[in-house]
């Protein structure tokens, strides 16, 4: 059987106006969400692990990740999750405004899942959020969360 | 009697040319002693004549260079030609009061009887040597500021880019919310601002572009113009669908280039006859003809032309003919296009008239294969 549940999305993004775009944009695309966003990359790891405030956090389904972070930067958060057994199956989306060859080319040879830069037109980025939706929420079989027995 | 006057007349002549000449002239024998020295000679090492004359030749040169220079004497002596001393070799001559300049030195020998002198000629190039430095450091330096220039322009653009993505989505979505909710005027208000960040975006883009041709490692080989073209028509399908644009070609020769900036070059090229059209739908022509070492491409259009007073100008970075409203553009693509030419030692220029459409001419230095796109062209002229 199908359970039916809203996804957990992790937004990693310092950016308030990003934030505030990739909110918009979840809404205009209607994907059925729970959006939540820290804004550097050492929090992304104490949420990821569950330490300290975050003890009770929710494993997400899918990590949103801007590359320029404040602290510890998006490589840096992007190689220590997929370093970690119990967190390197959750797909990495990169979602950076950089073009750089070399951040792409970084970007997958530490096993992001895909890589994205953000485009300057708002009806793109709806669009992109709409299939990233429809492909990693919907389209691909996503792990259990669990290990099976 | 006249005979040795005149001999005497030579000789005095002679000597007065040695001590006139601007080079040091030094005559030593075979063991190296000085026999002769000009005036110069006085002036550059800082010696009066009757100090240097039966010294070893030596002591005018450095003391870390004497040991060798005693082998070289002893070997120039046993085989002897006029030559240029020390070819490729940094020489230094050692003046009387301890400092050292730098000097070209030339040996000739001189047979008298059965002894070889040997008489050399020793010019101070110090100043010489003071302006290929300064150049050399003026080299470095443009070579310096011409790499910040670039690298200014790159992370400008690039960072120039991410607020206006911020300003330009936010109002997106302020149009996509909001847009008949607010009162006319704030819609026309909004429409400015998403057109003025559209127009800003694409001038960042261009000058990233632009940046980028210098940015970019030179990776020229022979290749093949005709593959350039048709990366550029791919890129311009939609342009010229929408002006219902016909573009020919004559076959096109191998060239010595980059592949994707000669696309950029023809797409600029194609991409603005296609823009400046005239009253009929346009035709643009591309081809090339061999000129010595070079090839020499025409892309020629039937639109609007352009007043011969403003060839040069087009191809000035952000010089435009006509106000936005008119035609858009950012004022990057010829200077792109002359960029790119110059980039490959070529040159670009326009020939047209009003209303007569244009001729956009560059020069590209050729590839191999050529011969065999001049013999299809030629039979082609034939049938």
Known sequence: MWEVRSAEILLV???????????????????????????????????????????????????????????KDGRSVLADVKADETLKRIPVVVLTTSAADEDVFHAYGLHANCYICKPVDFGTFVRIINSLESFWLSVVRLPPKTPPV | MQAVESLRNADQNLSRLLEAAPDAMVVVDQAGKILLINAQTERLFGYRREELLGREIEALVPERFRAGHHAHRDGFARESHPRPMGAG????????????????????????GSEVQIFSVIRDISAHKITEEQLARQARELAQSNTELEQFAYVASHDL????????????????????????????????????TMRMQRLIQDLLQYARIDKKEKTFSSMESQAALNQALAGLRSAIAAGQATVTSDPLPAVHGDELQLSQLFQNLI???????????PRIHVSALRDGSEWVFTVADNGIG???????????????????????GTGIGLALCRKIVER????????????????????????????????????????
């Open chain 1, 13 to 71: 993004e310092d950016n308030p106006a990003d934030v505030g775009l990739t909110r918009e944009a979840l809404y205009d695309a209607r994907v059925a969400n729970r959006l939540t966003v820290v804004g550097d990359g050492m929090e992304a790891m104490e949420y990821l692990r569950r330490e300290g405030r975050y003890a009770k956090a929710t494993v997400p389904d899918l990590i949103l990740l801007d590359l320029n972070l404040p602290k």
């Open chain 2, 344 to 383: 490959h030692r070529g040159r670009i220029w326009v020939e047209s008239e009003p209303g007569k459409g244009a001729r956009f001419r560059f020069t590209l230095p050729a590839g191999a294969k050529q011969a065999q796109v001049e013999e299809t062209a030629s039979a082609r002229r034939e049938s």
């Open chain 2, 306 to 328: 352009i007043d011969p007073q403003f060839n040069e100008q087009i191809f000035e970075i952000f010089q435009r003919l006509h106000g936005m409203g008119e035609y858009e």
């Open chain 2, 89 to 112: 070799l940094d020489l230094c001559g050692l003046h009387e009061d301890g400092h050292e300049f730098p000097v070209e030195i030339s040996l000739s020998p001189l047979k008298t």
């Open chain 2, 161 to 196: 880019q991410e607020p206006l993505r911020v300003i330009s989505s936010y109002t997106q979505l302020l149009a996509r919310r909001y847009k008949g909710q607010l009162d006319p005027k704030a819609d026309e208000f909004i429409a400015f601002i998403v057109d003025g």
């Open chain 2, 271 to 281: 991409g603005n006859a296609i823009k400046y059209r005239g009253p009929d739908s």
